[in-house]
């Protein structure tokens, strides 16, 4: 039952990158916010400012855990999403994608919320089909160094399916694509991070590989939108949905653009391609466009611009 017109809204994730974005634009549209996270690898810091907000509450908790509340939508981005992070406990990434589905799909069963799951790009691995439409099954390693992270993400969305078919759950599954802006961790290994971090300390900018390899990147803000566009869809849109920014660039491409906007006496220097490094990345957004009449509007300077603004802040704090 719902006495107060504001939404109980629940965040898993919540002082995450993503997720404290989230937060704060759901209080912005009005909402009664629940961020819940354990601190695996966000911090407190990220959502500071809204902690004396009275519709924001924080609660510590690891989603592996049952969670009796009462929600009206719950959106599910708990889950370490960089490889240093999701690869240093790889047994409790997969506990926190396949147990926290499971639990947070109960939580959303009983209280008939609907339920958005953040999935990934990198359900479809190293894809050999470009760009990747929803329809595409992936081409994943089950037992490597990501598989952890991929195949836990894949499970859960097994599940979702699953509580749809038998359950007739209200669910939404997005698919991100690498996304990028202020509050991403200064020491997450992400390209956009240590690229302008190595950049501001004039540290040499370190290419994996050749540099050839590409990635679409999308500003957080629009990613946000994506989001809330999605929840508020119709009961039949489920998704699965790639959101993200189909426009592509290499990695050598990036790190230019990265060291002509900060400037600086930083080289380029070539490292070892990580194992199960995808080759190529790049969302298909049809379904996105005509479904929820979503499309990203921050071009990549843009956004870099604010990234660095952030990091240049946070280096000398
Ligand atoms: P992040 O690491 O900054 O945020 C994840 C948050 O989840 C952290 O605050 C962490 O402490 C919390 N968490 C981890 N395990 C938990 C648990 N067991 N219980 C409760 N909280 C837990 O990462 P992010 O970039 O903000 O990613 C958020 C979500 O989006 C993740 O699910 C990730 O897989 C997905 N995603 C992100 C990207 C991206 O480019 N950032 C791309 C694809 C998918
Ligand atoms: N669950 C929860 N909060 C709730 C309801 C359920 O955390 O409000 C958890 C509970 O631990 C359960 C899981 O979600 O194991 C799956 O719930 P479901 O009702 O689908 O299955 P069951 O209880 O039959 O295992
Ligand atoms: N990368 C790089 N230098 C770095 C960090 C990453 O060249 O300092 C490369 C990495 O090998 C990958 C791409 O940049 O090809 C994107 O890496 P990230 O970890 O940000 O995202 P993901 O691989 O999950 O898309």
Known sequence: MRVSNRKRVMVTGGAGFLGSHLCERLLK??????????????????????????????MRHDV???????????????CPASPVHYQWDPVQTTKTSVLGAINMLGLAKRTKAKILQASTS??????????????????VNPIGIRSCYDEGKRCAETLFFDYYRQHDLDIKVVRIFNTYGPRMHPNDGRVVSNFIVQALRGEDITIYGDGSQTRSFCYVDDLIEGFLRMMASDHEVTGPINIGNPKEFTIRQLAETILKMVG???SLIL?????????????????????????????????LQKTIAYFRECLTR
Request: aromatic residues 10%.
């Open 271 to 303: 490292k070892p391609l990580p194992q199960d490094d995808p080759k190529q990345r790049q969302p298909d957004i049809t379904v996105a466009r005509n479904t929820l009449a979503w499309e990203p509007q921050v071009a990549l300077e843009e956004g």
């Open 122 to 139: 990198e359900v479809y691995g190293d894809p050999e089909v470009h760009p990747q439409k929803e329809d595409y099954w992936g081409h």
């Open 29 to 58: 549209e009005g909402n009664d916010v629940l961020c819940v996270d354990n601190f695996y690898s966000g911090t407190k810091d990220n959502i500071v400012h809204l902690l004396g907000n009275p519709h924001f509450e924080l």
């Open 64 to 78: 592996t855990f049952p969670l009796y509340i009462e929600i009206d939508e719950i959106y599910n981005l708990a």
């Open 264 to 266: 600086g006496q930083s």
